[in-house]
């Protein structure tokens, strides 16, 4: 599918087919905009992010000494310090530079301990639908629904001494391979079994780690409809941040009553829909708050999507660019 966007920073999308994990679809995306040069992701990258001098919940200091500029990814966990917290939106920081960064605290039952955090993981996307304000369409993150979003998923895996996200996340990948009476475990339901189904998760791993050439993104589909579009500047970003964020997604799957796959006809639409909001006539770019000083980022939010897209420069790439479906059943956190 090539829909028509000579006016859209992120090009002409073209949307795959879907492959369908339980009630998850995904569906490969490429685009005609040229990539994107001179930057990484956080993911697997030697970064050093720690608590302010006077620690505080909503900010951490973040660094590197990379020989090019980092993309720190909304939702972004990280983890260890005095809390555990999700970065609360895109950022770009550059080589040498200590960056204020705004988080949101994911672990409320802890405030003390190291200094030191580490990167691992990313929020599942009803928690990135609290970092963007909710469904009350906030213009900033409100800490209580994003607690409230964690509690939602303990309902699903169960509660954790902190209310840790992150361990909540890694300790619910673990489902025995087999049923009580020692028979091999086909597809058992995802809600309320307390973990993933391992062999779906499995698969999606292995599906993850091999997107498909020239492919920079992908549409999530979950329970039939689709949830979210993730679009990266380059081919490497997009490699690197699938299985991070195909396994948050897979997770939240597990929280919805359907399993219905998404079909393909739904997930164009939303990516004509998703074109049709991130032309240059509708979103409004804006210098970054934090983080490298020719940073621009665009949101907006029409009908029931909220994205939000990071560039360089008047005229740069775009690094990523992310639309969301807040009308969805995760988005509501129902």
């Known amino acids: 599918m090539n829909i028509t966007a000579e006016l859209s920073p992120v090009g002409q999308l073209h949307v795959g087919a879907g492959t369908t994990f339980g009630p998850l679809t995904v569906f490969p995306v490429w685009t005609s905009a040229p990539g994107a040069r001179g930057f990484t992701t956080a993911r697997g990258q030697d ?14 200091l973040v660094w590197h000494n990379l020989d090019t500029d980092l993309l720190l990814l909304e939702g972004t966990l990280l983890v260890g310090g005095w809390q555990t917290r999700a970065a609360e939106r895109d950022i770009v920081i550059p080589r040498g530079e200590r ?9 409320r039952g802890r405030w ?10 990313i929020a599942p996307l009803s928690v990135r639908a ?20 964690v509690t939602r998923l303990e309902r699903t895996y169960g509660a954790h001494a902190t209310s840790s996200l992150h361990s909540l996340m890694t ?23 307390g973990f993933v189904d391992e062999l779906l998760l499995e698969e999606l791993q292995r599906y993850a780690a091999s997107p498909l050439p020239g492919q920079r993104g992908v549409i999530i589909g979950v329970g039939g409809s689709p949830v979210s579009l ?3 500047g380059s081919v490497g970003a997009c490699k690197a941040e699938l299985p991070a ?10 929280t919805v009553n359907s399993y219905a796959p998404t079909r393909g006809a739904a997930a164009r639409s939303f990516a004509e829909q998703c074109q049709r909001l991130m032309s240059l006539e509708t979103l409004t770019w804006l210098p970054a708050a934090e983080g490298a000083r020719d940073t621009e980022t665009a949101r907006t939010t029409a009908y029931d999507l909220d994205i939000r897209a990071i560039r360089r420069g008047a005229t740069g790439s775009v690094l990523h660019a992310s639309a969301m479906n807040m009308r969805h059943e995760l988005a509501l956190a129902l």
Do not use: K, Y
């Open 47 to 60: 970064i050093q992010v720690s608590e302010l001098d006077e620690p505080t919940v909503p900010q951490l």
């Open 171 to 193: 300790e619910s990948i673990g489902a025995p391979l087999h049923d009580s009476r020692g028979r091999n475990r086909d597809r058992v339901p995802m809600r309320g079994a």
């Open 230 to 232: 993730e679009l990266f």
């Open 245 to 254: 964020l195909l396994t948050a997604a897979f997770i939240d799957a597990g």
């Open 99 to 107: 960056v204020v960064t705004p988080v949101r605290c994911v672990e």
């Open 130 to 149: 609290a970092l963007r304000g909710g469904a009350a369409r906030r213009e900033r993150a409100d800490q209580s629904e994003v607690w409230e979003r």
């Open 112 to 121: 003390g301990g190291g200094s030191g955090h580490g990167v691992d993981g």
